[in-house]
């Protein structure tokens, strides 16, 4: 009993994650492949848990399904999600079906076969099965070894969704072997062709609980689950935030205060320095303070209503870099905003350069490449490229 509705219970949270899959369909990071991954194992499960009921006395069809296209379905979905698309080539990836579906039918109308054809048939077709599993695991493999796990982003704000879908195909990759590696361990050789036997409910419930594990990280990873239009937010908050102020600051002072003026002030300071750290940083993320030309210390000062020496303090002894490193980070920040809204769509590289603050677009162009790493226009053409 208590098996009985955990197969249940897997089947049915895989069935929510293919429904959520199906409504969000245009989505490279669990797109038709693995979505039809997914059913099937749902459907193996739920054949399982009906077992020996009035409506499922035998769940053989759905085993056969899943063993004879598991793997080939992994290896085309890591092979789409390796070149970022959604689409499918049907001339280039049917033939990897081909032989999965042949050997599905074969077996679906062995009652047709004398008994001993049967035996031959079946126990070549697990030995062919198993090869070809294996193979599609190796390939896959070596699939993402070349094209996701080793790939190194030259467009910094990429970084951090490079980093998320190689630890995602990690994720999958080595739990979708570990089900693979349960089943191997099983008898595999027998007449009934299967790989997982119904008799075996050690293997079976372990099963189950990789695949919970599976699911229940697509639930919790909506960037994921739901595809690019919600993992697009969190790149252009990645895209806004990567290059101010996570390491701007320092929690304790950087160097030990000798001057006696700093001393003192040090005493009114330190106990509410991360106070007036927050409110900088919200004058430089929500306001337009630092993109006014000219804006010094003493202009922060008054916008803080503090005095100068306050803030001249915090640069001094809490930043890693100076005000007019800071102010140029700001301004740098607003631009990849203004960049990645469509600024450049109707307007010029020069008067985006006045309309961050600075006076000239050589300045700009120094700015925006020593902090950035690249150019204006090329980080203007690398994001046109990734979202054509």
Not at 296 to 318: G, M, P, Q, R
Request: charged residues 20%; contains cysteine.
């Amino acid at each position: 009993m208590h098996l009985t509705i955990l197969y249940l219970f897997t089947s049915l949270l895989g069935l929510i994650v293919v429904l959520i899959t199906i409504v969000f369909r245009k989505n490279i990071y669990v797109n038709n492949y693995l979505s039809a991954y997914f059913l099937l194992g749902s459907l193996r499960f739920l054949m399982f848990a009906l077992t020996n009921t009035v409506i499922v006395k035998e769940p053989n069809q759905a085993d056969y399904a899943f063993t004879t296209l598991a793997w080939p379905l992994l290896f085309l979905y890591f092979k789409s999600l390796s070149k970022n698309k959604y689409s499918i080539n049907i001339k280039s990836d049917l033939k990897h079906l081909v032989l999965p579906v042949f050997l599905f039918i074969l077996v679906c109308f062995k009652s047709f076969l004398r008994d001993d054809v049967v035996l031959v048939l079946s126990n070549a077709g697990v030995i062919v099965v198993t090869i070809y599993t294996l193979g599609y695991c190796f390939w896959s493999y070596k699939l993402l070894k070349n094209k996701l796990w080793k790939k190194k982003s030259t467009f910094k704000p990429s970084e951090k969704k490079d980093i998320a879908v190689r630890k995602w195909s990690k994720f999958l990759f080595f739990l979708f072997t570990l089900i693979l590696l349960r089943f191997l361990v099983n008898p595999i050789f027998n007449q009934e062709f299967k790989f997982l036997s119904n008799n075996n409910s050690n293997f079976l419930a372990f099963g189950a609980l990789l695949w919970i594990v599976v699911y229940v990280k697509l639930l919790t990873s909506p960037e994921f689950l739901f595809g690019y239009e919600v993992f697009q937010d969190k790149i252009n908050k990645y895209k806004i935030d990567f290059i101010v102020f996570d390491n701007q600051w320092n929690k304790t002072i950087l160097h030990e205060i000798t001057n006696k003026k700093d001393l003192v002030l040090s005493e009114y300071i330190n106990d509410s320095f991360i106070e007036y750290i927050e409110q900088i940083e919200h004058i430089a993320n929500h306001k337009k303070l630092f993109l006014q030309q000219g804006v010094n210390v003493e202009d922060v000062a008054k916008e803080l209503k503090i005095s100068k020496t306050h803030v001249v303090f915090l640069f001094k002894y809490y930043s890693k870099i100076n005000f007019n490193e800071y102010k140029s980070n700001v301004r740098v920040k607003k631009a990849i905003k203004l960049i990645q809204d469509g600024y450049l769509v109707s307007n010029t590289m020069e008067s985006l350069a006045v309309a961050v603050g600075f006076s000239t677009y050589s300045a700009f162009y120094k700015n925006f490449k020593g902090i950035s790493g690249i150019s204006p226009m090329e980080y203007y053409q690398n994001l046109t490229a990734e979202l054509a």
